[in-house]
């Protein structure tokens, strides 16, 4: 089909002026978010933690052998004296009869010696030798008889049976755990704290409070029981705290070991020296590049920026970071 002259020239017009007109590009400009320097005399933080028991053994057996009564399981309440396990005996009653055998006749060889001494049939070396013999016989039968006492193993306190690691009939060696024994009626709270946080636990002007999951919106006061100035496998710093207010009792918040908690711990300074500025987490930069951390200051003469290097402290509430070298109020 052939194209009309008209249509060719519009075309052709067309493409002229497509191709001749150029790319204008345009600068964005990005806003940014910018907030003033403030300072505070009061930190607060939130940290999770888990109720925990003070009280707590891990029971196990001095001597080896097969398990023949395990009457226990795992949440059971025990009393003090009360039986947890118990080992078959007869391996062990035959080296405690042979042990009781050569302490006897020891006993006697000595008793002989020492009559045969005072009418000089004996020597004084020889004596010496049915002494030793018997005290060394007499140290095997001992060990003996507190090894049939161990086939029994008793719960030392009242409480509860937190883990049990072994079955019935199971054969086990001597120290091995056989259950976790707690005491369920001596509370703590654990926690742990970031490595920055050790000076705001060490602060005489810190308080605690807790709030269980299982009763929201009833924060009790606590107590700083200990903390660990040291952070194992640098997973932070173990603080535990004792419920310290009037109103908790166990008997009306059943509250038990492995219940998880809220923690806040709140320092208020009193001095204003002590106040410390603060920045969003957000205003922070740098410290990804391995230069440190740095904020860009706004100088709002002419809008422009500077960076400027800072040293943190410690988190707050609502993403914000404490400031405690290179910035001040304001």
Request: charged fraction near 25%.
């Amino acid at each position: 089909m052939k194209m009309k002259p008209i249509s060719a020239i519009l075309l052709l017009a067309l493409s002229f002026f497509s191709c001749g007109k150029k790319e204008v590009k345009q600068d964005f400009i990005r806003p940014v978010k910018v907030t003033t320097v403030k300072s505070r005399h009061e930190i607060k933080r939130d940290f999770s933690g888990v109720v925990d028991a003070v009280k707590y053994v891990n029971l196990a057996f001095r001597v080896s052998g097969q398990i023949i009564n395990l009457p226990v399981v795992e949440g059971q309440k025990v009393t003090q004296g009360q039986l947890i396990a118990q080992i078959d005996t007869r391996e062990i009653s035959l080296n405690y009869e042979a042990a009781k055998a050569q302490y006897e006749t020891s006993k006697a060889q000595l008793e002989r010696n020492e009559r045969l001494l005072e009418k000089q049939a004996v020597s004084q070396q020889e004596y010496e030798i049915a002494k030793a013999n018997f005290q060394q016989a007499k140290s095997a039968f001992e060990a003996q008889q507190n090894n049939m006492t161990d086939t029994r193993l008793l719960a030392p306190f009242s409480g509860s049976i937190a883990e049990r690691n072994v079955e019935n009939y199971q054969r086990i060696t001597q120290g091995m755990p056989v259950v976790k024994l707690i005491d369920s009626r001596d509370l703590q709270i654990a926690f742990t704290v970031p490595d920055n946080y050790l000076p705001y636990v060490q602060n005489p002007d810190k308080s605690f409070t807790v709030e269980f999951d299982m009763y929201r919106g009833i924060r009790f006061n606590a107590k700083l029981k200990e903390f660990v100035e040291a952070s194992p496998e640098g997973s932070g710093i173990p603080v535990f705290l004792l419920i310290d207010d009037p109103r908790f009792s166990k008997d009306k918040y059943d509250i038990k070991p492995g219940f998880s908690c809220n923690v806040s711990m709140n320092i208020v300074f009193d001095n204003k020296d002590s106040e410390f500025p603060y920045v969003p987490i957000t205003a922070l930069a740098g410290a990804s590049e391995g230069k440190g951390e740095i904020v860009w200051i706004l100088n709002p003469n002419d809008n422009t920026v500077s960076k400027r290097s800072v040293k943190t402290g410690a988190l707050t509430e609502e993403s914000n970071i404490i400031i405690t070298n290179g910035l001040s109020n304001g």
